[in-house]
């Protein structure tokens, strides 16, 4: 190749590679789009407030294939081994539901009951989840839902820092493929994880904090809620505001956030 010619490819990756790295986009998965000419890079010098993680396919809007991206990082993790939860697990959890989702919920690690069938959120807990998704209207295979770690604490345990550290850039991987409009952490591991903050949950719960961008709800464990059912009153007000943001700019086509009134 003439020189002229591989420093035009040179400065097309370079642009490419910067636009990504503008939107949040901190990898590159071999199926991206094509590269961008030089000259004319379409997005902005600073991603808006709610720009999603992957630039979007001009056509739809959307990231052109999330699932994909999905894969590639559970292929990049592989039988993981890189802390010292890998020990205790019988199945790597590495998450569920819709790639396109546009409201994800993040936990904090698996118990017995995900460890056993490598999914998250299917205990007593993750039945409790599914009623609290519902109760706004949508379904579990609406939204997506992920751990900070992805393999079982023992005793379930918290996930200990050097493990969190380990796993969370397979979450925040995981977040940029997604691109959901909005986050909820569900109690102190996850909030204070996606926040980097000490505050604990009792704090943070009920107000809206950002990701990266994306407006970001922490609100309870629903493990918690088993313990403490009179604050599932709490909860429901968290979703309601999480059903509210979720409507907000909803692409023709997408069902919408209901909540649901008592009775119903
Ligand atoms: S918790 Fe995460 S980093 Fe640790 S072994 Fe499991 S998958 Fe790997």
Redesign the pocket.
């Known amino acids: 190749m003439e020189k002229a010619a591989l420093q035009s490819v040179s400065a097309a990756l370079h642009a490419h590679l910067r636009a990504r790295a503008r939107a949040g986009v901190r990898w590159v998965y071999p199926g991206s789009a094509p590269l961008p000419e030089a000259a004319s890079d379409p997005l902005p010098l600073a991603p808006a407030a709610d720009a999603p993680r992957q630039a979007p396919d001009p056509a739809s809007g959307r990231a052109p294939d999330r699932a994909a991206l999905l894969a590639a990082i559970r292929d990049e ?1 592989g039988d ?4 010292k ?2 020990a205790g ?1 019988k199945n ?1 959890v590495f998450g569920v539901g819709n790639p396109d989702a546009r409201l994800m919920f993040v936990g904090e690690g698996p118990g017995r009951d995900e460890d056993e069938q490598g999914e998250p959120f299917v205990g007593a807990a993750g039945q409790l989840l599914t009623k609290i998704i519902e109760a706004i209207g949508l379904d579990r295979s609406d939204v997506y839902i992920a751990n900070v ?3 079982r604490p023992p005793n379930n345990r918290n ?1 200990e820092p050097d ?1 969190i550290a ?2 969370l850039p ?1 979450l925040e991987k995981q977040i940029d493929a997604i691109g959901p409009k909005v986050l909820v952490a569900l109690g102190n591991v996850a909030a204070k994880t996606l926040l980097k903050t000490d505050t604990g949950i009792m704090k943070l719960r009920g107000s809206w904090r950002e990701y990266r961008g994306i407006p970001l709800m922490p609100t309870f464990h629903p493990a918690y809620l088993l313990r403490n059912a009179e604050d599932k009153r709490l909860v429901w007000e968290d979703m309601l505001k999480v059903a509210d943001r979720y409507n907000e700019d909803l692409p023709p086509g997408v069902k919408p956030a209901r909540p649901k009134t008592k009775g119903q």
């Open positions: 993790m993981c081994t890189r802390c939860l890998h697990r790597l770690v992805k393999s996930p493990e380990a796993c397979f």
